[in-house]
């Protein structure tokens, strides 16, 4: 929800077969413009936090693609994470997006992951 013109809090939740994580984050937003937006995200949660640079380009109408480059925890350790979308609008608040994320734990060659996402998405005014 936007707490104004700059400033949004999220709730954000992850799971698969063996966990289940919860938490939030606060976003300040100080560059928006038509066609650019950038900003400082501090996330916290139940055994994670992270940093992120979430940064967005519209390319035509309402379709945007956007990064977040992240600092945060993988478990224990220190990861960087690497973000790129696209969301694209069907019609009102209904968005279709796709996002890839490359992550490194530990920052070890070998626990290099790809991460793939698919989702539909409504936004509220």
Known sequence: GNLGRS???SG???FDDDAVAAGAALRVTPLRFDRFAAGVEQELGYAWFAWSTPMALRLVDQTWLYTGPRLGTWGIDMSFFLPVGLSVRVIDGLMLRAEWQRSW???KYYNRRDHYGLAIAHQFP
């Open 12 to 14: 954000i939740s992850a």
């Open 105 to 107: 734990q530990d920052y």
């Open 7 to 9: 400033w949004s809090l």
